[in-house]
């Protein structure tokens, strides 16, 4: 893999380990505050994990419906005053109950966290050691579910860990998308792989445009070149119009990175009776701004 895809990937998944971190280290009690989301209709919730050491605080926020606040008094939230709130947050992985005061659209308060026990047995019968405390929270906050561990067992994928399983879930991997890759030929041999793949929105359909023009059975790790540079079959075809037939993905690599295009090529000068330049001169005649 180029440096430069190298980079995008290292800077995305940065991200995303910023984002599962912000859920880790849960008490047996976690703070939360209630506040209206910007257009109104959903709430925003923080939950956060004071370290009593004065050290860093963790901290998860979402955005939810009202329905989704299970035993929220919205007419309560909102009012004049101040009154008892409580609801609950439940999830596959566990629940979250918590209770405080809330009015004129602000609350605040407690929460306690219960894994799911059912759940926490899934995950030992497909042979995923069982979560510490601060693992099953994170999957409970990320909204990991039971039919994504189902889908990975069926595509025979090695048993993944609970890190895993909220990175897939943060970037948005789901049962269907697995079993829809499969059916288009590709299980990536790795799990971090297929975080890359719908991370970078790499879908059947994107994989059947190449196959269409003749690039079957790309390799993964080509595949998340061609994504992360986008580079589209549209591109490709656009090279063999002028007359530039079966050029390997890394060439391709190479060209979009260096901004070739075939209308760059169709402004250089030709080669002695009419022929086109081969792709090696192309790229010096970018490199150094000449067009002869």
Same mark, same amino acid.
């Given at each position: 893999?180029?440096?430069?895809?190298?980079?995008? $990937?290292?800077?995305?998944?940065?991200?995303?380990?910023?984002?599962?971190?912000?859920?880790?280290?849960?008490?047996?009690?976690?703070?939360?505050?209630? @506040?209206?989301?910007?257009?109104?209709?959903?709430?925003?919730?923080?939950?956060?994990?004071?370290?009593?050491?004065?050290?860093?605080?963790?901290?998860?926020?979402?955005?939810?419906?009202?329905?989704?606040?299970?035993?929220?008094?919205?007419?309560?939230?909102?009012?004049?005053?101040?009154?008892?709130?409580?609801?609950?947050?439940?999830?596959?992985?566990?629940?979250?109950?918590?209770?405080?005061?809330?009015?004129?659209?602000?609350?605040?308060?407690?929460?306690?966290?219960?894994?799911?026990?059912?759940?926490?047995?899934?995950?030992?019968?497909?042979?995923?050691?069982?979560?510490t405390r601060e693992q099953a929270?994170?999957?409970?906050?990320? !909204?990991?579910?039971?039919?994504?561990?189902?889908?990975?067992?069926?595509?025979?994928?090695?048993?993944?860990?609970? !890190?895993?399983l909220v990175a897939l879930t943060?970037?948005?991997?789901? !049962?269907?998308?697995?079993?829809?890759?499969?059916?288009?030929?590709?299980?990536?041999?790795?799990?971090?792989?297929?975080?890359?793949?719908?991370?970078?929105?790499?879908?059947?359909?994107?994989?059947?445009?190449?196959?269409?023009?003749?690039?079957?059975?790309?390799?993964?790790?080509?595949?998340?070149?061609?994504?992360?540079l986008d580079i589209t079959p549209?591109?490709?075809?656009?090279?063999?119009?002028?007359?530039?037939?079966?050029?390997?993905? @890394?060439?391709?690599?190479? $060209?979009?990175?260096?901004?070739?295009?075939?209308?760059?090529?169709?402004?250089?000068?030709?080669?002695?009776?009419?022929?086109?330049?081969?792709?090696?001169?192309?790229?010096?005649?970018?490199?150094?701004?000449?067009?002869?």
């Open positions: 893999m180029n440096r430069f895809v190298a980079m995008i $990937l290292a800077l995305l998944f940065a991200s995303v380990s910023v984002a599962s971190a912000c859920t880790a280290s849960p008490n047996d009690w976690i703070r939360f505050t209630l @506040e209206p989301e910007h257009d109104g209709s959903q709430i925003k919730a923080t939950f956060r994990d004071d370290d009593r050491s004065g050290r860093d605080e963790s901290r998860w926020s979402a955005a939810f419906p009202p329905s989704q606040l299970i035993g929220f008094d919205v007419s309560g939230f909102r009012g004049v005053g101040t009154r008892p709130i409580r609801f609950a947050v439940v999830r596959e992985a566990g629940r979250l109950d918590c209770t405080g005061e809330g009015g004129q659209s602000r609350a605040a308060g407690n929460c306690g966290f219960t894994p799911d026990p059912s759940f926490m047995q899934l995950l030992e019968s497909r042979g995923i050691a069982r979560p929270f994170s999957l409970m906050a990320v !909204g990991v579910r039971r039919e994504l561990i189902d889908a990975l067992a069926a595509a025979r994928y090695p048993a993944p860990t609970a !890190g895993q943060a970037v948005g991997v789901t !049962g269907r998308y697995i079993t829809d890759m499969a059916r288009a030929g590709y299980r990536p041999t790795s799990i971090d792989t297929l975080v890359q793949f719908q991370a970078l929105g790499i879908t059947p359909d994107f994989i059947g445009g190449f196959a269409r023009i003749g690039y079957a059975n790309i390799d993964p790790d080509e595949l998340v070149q061609l994504k992360a549209e591109f490709v075809a656009g090279f063999e119009r002028i007359g530039y037939r079966n050029i390997p993905v @890394e060439t391709l690599v190479q $060209l979009k990175a260096l901004n070739i295009t075939p209308e760059f090529v169709q402004s250089v000068d030709l080669r002695p009776g009419g022929a086109i330049p081969p792709v090696s001169e192309l790229m010096q005649r970018k490199l150094f701004g000449s067009r002869r």
